[in-house]
């Protein structure tokens, strides 16, 4: 029981991290000045401004295999020759599902994830002072 809660709590405490430390990481980064970001971020993908702020874009992204695929089709009921018909049928019935569902689950499963990151610096007077980010690749 105590190694079940154990992988439990390190689990969560992994998929919150991730993102986090992302956080974490960006929070350095208030307060620093425009050509220290580029320096280290590089250019961005998109700069705009809006009422004296300028806003730098930054995205990533990539494509990965997802690890829900290749599905693997539960087991069939077997058929035994004692089975009664009424019982044969029934699991002859019960396994055309499974094998459907698994069919079905194959198709709509994607092979690949597309994975984003899209982080927005805001800089007023040459100095980062807020930040945003979204998408399900934003970890550090």
């Not at 991290?17 to 974490?24: C, L, N, T, V």
């Not at 990539?62 to 290749?70: A, C, I, Q, V």
């Not at 019935?93 to 569902?101: L, P, V, W």
């Amino acid at each position: 029981m105590k190694k079940i809660i154990s992988i439990t709590i390190g689990l969560s405490l992994f998929g919150c991290a991730s993102e986090k430390g992302y956080q974490e990481h960006l929070n350095k980064w208030q307060g620093v000045d425009t050509l220290t970001l580029i320096r280290d971020w590089g250019a961005p993908e998109q700069v705009y401004s809006f009422e004296g702020h300028d806003f730098y874009v930054y995205s990533r992204e990539s494509y990965g295999k997802n690890p829900r695929y290749p599905y693997t089709c539960p087991d069939l009921q077997k058929i035994d020759k004692d089975d009664s018909d009424f019982l044969k049928d029934y699991k002859k019935d019960q396994n055309k599902k499974t094998i459907n569902k698994c069919i079905e689950d194959r198709q709509t499963q994607p092979r690949e994830i597309y994975y984003q990151c899209k982080t927005t610096f805001e800089v007023f007077n040459g100095k980062v002072i807020h930040y945003k980010f979204e998408g399900n690749n934003c970890v550090k």
